[in-house]
């Protein structure tokens, strides 16, 4: 499956923007899917993830409370609402889909979209 991230942008601090992974090749909705970050010089760390039956969604203490990830089969896209956005919520986000793994260690997803920018000013 080729997943692509978009939705990304520069935006003030406290605004929202909903970033969109679609998929193509396969359907997605056998698959859990998983939102990452990148800061510049950090490590790429979870955001949320979902299951593939939408059942079951977690997130990353940081984001708790302010992001929300949810999909539409029918679209083939999974979505990350970021709300209230923060400075240190800079980032390039990445999605990433996984029909076996559906944890938070970046290592256990198969399928990786290419990115998109996330940039919170003040």
């Known amino acids: 499956v080729q997943l692509q991230a978009r939705g990304g942008g520069l935006v003030q601090a406290g605004g929202s923007l909903r970033l969109s992974c679609a998929a193509s090749?396969?359907?997605?909705?056998?698959?859990?899917v998983g939102w990452f970050r990148q800061a510049p010089g950090k490590e790429r760390e979870f955001v949320a993830r979902?299951?593939?039956?939408?059942?079951?969604?977690l997130y990353a203490d940081s984001v708790q409370g302010r992001f929300t990830i949810s999909r539409d089969n029918a679209k083939n896209t999974v979505y990350l609402q970021m709300n209230s956005l923060k400075l240190e919520d800079t980032a390039v986000y990445y999605c990433?889909?996984?029909?076996?793994?559906?944890?938070?260690?970046?290592?256990?997803?198969?399928?990786w979209g290419q990115g998109t920018e996330v940039t919170v000013s003040s």
């Open positions: 990433a889909a996984s029909m076996a793994f559906y944890g938070t260690s970046s290592s256990g997803y198969d399928y």
């Open positions: 090749g396969r359907t997605l909705r056998s698959y859990h």
């Open positions: 979902i299951s593939a039956s939408a059942t079951s969604t």
